[in-house]
């Protein structure tokens, strides 16, 4: 990416994407598919490992270019860049957003006066050598035993990446069994209880403030179990904190050695590669880990040197402005042909929405367009049988990344080749489509007589002209892994530009946070003045209670 010469300015470039969008094939996919055999090659790009398939959206070359034509209007590289430099770009918290330093080399990133690289560098070493000595049974439980299985203990970003990355990265053989407990639900950790030691289980306390109430609660209550089983004196040698919050770690009564911190420009979704990893080396081991971090790095070197045109974070950014802004379609689908992915659409919902949900722009004015669309996904083939009847023949486009892996890990070939068949013959359903009149003639042809065939044309006709795109992974290993996660971080940064709102905060998460309080202090038993209807549905709760 490049800043250019003489930028016109964001109204004037908007205004070029917009006259492209206005034009009557504007949102054509099936005809430029059709009759340009060129466009998939034209349309491909590849970066970091991964290869992004733009070819199935309604982009055209000149909407491309004026979208990227937006981008400089709107700064996403000065933004990319100021991110890179460590400048505050979390503006409403006063904080730097430097993920990247996380999988950087030694001495590359700065905070302000911080070197910041030097002391993910310390962290790191600290969970290598925590994580090989659990590994070894040189750290083992209090009674001696090794640890077989570790326990992360949080919610949102100190749970959902390293749940995701565990999952994907699963291999017969792992070192330790890895366990997610997020829900204050206790339903969650009686799930999880059964199949736990508590001699042999290792419990990661993972919050960045560890303020959060669900993961408190949930601290609690597991290290109640392990002190019924071990004892008090013995408990803790079963815990480890990954926390930006050393007062309150040391509070709770984990030893310092025992803490793994990171500073507060890593945002909780942005997260898992820092500390709250810890997880995904124990039960992944620690070369794995490495190499996730490895891969997101390769993409940050791509992000920060590809061109414009080549860029995939800032491609896919602009294919999401395309399709939310330029011609109004408010949600995407994200759909992993590949079960180790399952998590990837939870991780990606909260990487996307929490980040992206802003109606006031980073200087707290109303937004001139719509922000970040509703994100949602589960694995193909099982979202076929689910939700794609919407996907294809609902009243509203809804956009699909469809996350393919070329190579899998078992060898049962047939399985993989019927993954794949069905992915892209979702992907060119909805592009293509089926006319009444196509699906008139094959009625006819399996016999149906015309009357029938009258009556059902309409249900069995598919408007097709529906975007996906395809992302491409050679294998899914923790370097393709790695380079996936940060290509969407990328894509978010470059959106919260693209938009000017600010992608490193949240606020909206806090006033639910807040309104828990009384609540809970009513449904406790004390004397609490609530909200009428708050107040009616407790009386129904107590009714139940009797
Ligand atoms: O849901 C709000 C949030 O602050 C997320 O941004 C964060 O990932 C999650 O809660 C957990 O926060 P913590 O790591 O501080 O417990």
Redesign the pocket.
């Known amino acids: 990416m490049s800043q250019p010469e003489a930028a016109p300015t964001a109204a004037t470039a908007w205004e070029a994407v917009r006259a492209l969008a206005a034009g009557p094939d504007a949102a054509a996919i099936r005809t430029r598919l059709d009759t340009d055999p060129g466009r998939s090659a034209r349309l491909t790009r590849r970066g970091a490992g991964l290869l992004l398939d733009l070819s199935r959206t309604s982009l055209t070359e000149a909407a491309l270019a004026a979208l990227l034509g937006f981008a400089r209007a709107r700064g996403v590289a000065g933004f990319r860049d100021a991110m890179a430099r460590g400048e505050p770009v979390n503006a409403t918290e006063r904080r730097a957003a430097l993920h990247m330093a996380l999988r950087a080399p030694p001495g590359t990133f700065r905070a302000g006066a911080e070197d910041a690289s030097t002391e993910v560098h310390r962290t790191l070493g600290a969970m290598r050598a925590f994580t090989e000595s659990v590994h070894a049974g040189r750290i083992a439980g209090a009674a001696g035993a090794r640890f077989t299985d570790v326990v992360n203990i ?5 749970d959902l990446g390293p749940a995701m990355a565990t999952r994907a990265l699963w291999r017969h053989g792992m070192p330790m069994r890895a366990h997610y407990l997020a829900n204050v639900d206790a339903h969650a950790w009686e799930a999880v209880r059964p199949s736990l030691d508590p001699r042999t289980t290792l419990v990661l306390v ?7 109430q669900e ?1 408190m609660a949930n601290a609690h209550l597991v290290r109640g179990w392990l002190v019924r089983a071990l004892g008090e004196a013995q408990a803790n040698a079963h815990l480890a904190a990954l926390s930006t919050n050393l007062p309150a770690t040391a509070a709770f009564g984990i030893a310092p050695d025992r803490v793994f911190g990171f500073r507060d420009w890593v ?3 942005f ?1 898992m590669w820092s500390a709250i990893g810890l997880s995904v080396a124990l039960a992944c081991g620690w070369p794995a880990f490495e190499e996730l971090l490895g891969g997101a790095r390769a993409m940050d070197e791509h992000f920060m040197s590809a061109p414009e045109a080549e860029n995939l974070p800032l491609l896919l950014a602009a294919a999401e402005v395309w399709h939310v802004n330029a011609l109004g379609y408010p949600a995407r689908a994200v759909l992993p042909y590949d079960e180790r992915l399952a998590r990837l659409p939870a991780h990606l919902q ?1 990487l996307e929405m ?1 980040s992206l949900g802003k109606r006031v722009t980073a200087a707290g004015a109303p937004v001139a367009m719509p922000t970040g669309p509703v994100v949602f996904g589960e694995p193909g083939t099982n979202a076929q049988h689910s939700f794609m009847q919407l996907i294809h023949q609902g009243t509203t486009p809804v956009p699909v990344d469809f996350v393919l892996v070329a190579q899998p890990d078992h060898d049962a070939a047939d399985s993989h080749r019927k993954l794949l068949a069905n992915a892209l013959a979702q992907a060119e359903a909805l592009a293509r489509g089926r006319t009444e009149e196509e699906a008139r003639k094959e009625m006819r042809a399996a016999g149906l007589d015309a009357a029938e065939v009258d009556r059902l044309a309409p249900h069995r006709a598919f408007p097709g002209d529906r975007p996906s795109t395809v992302i491409l992974l050679p294998r899914l290993d923790p370097r393709s892994l790695g380079a996936l996660v940060a290509l969407y971080e990328h894509k978010v940064a470059c959106l919260g530009a693209f938009w000017g709102i600010n992608p490193f905060d ?1 606020w909206g ?1 806090e006033l639910g946070k807040q309104l828990t309080g009384p609540i809970l202090a009513a449904l406790e038993g004390r004397d609490v003045a609530l909200q009428p209807s708050t107040a009616a549905t407790l009386g129904h709760i107590r009714a139940l209670w009797r």
């Open positions: 949080g919610i949102g970003g100190s993972a919050s960045k403030t560890f303020t959060t993961t945002g909780g979704r997260s909260q929490e949240q998460v």
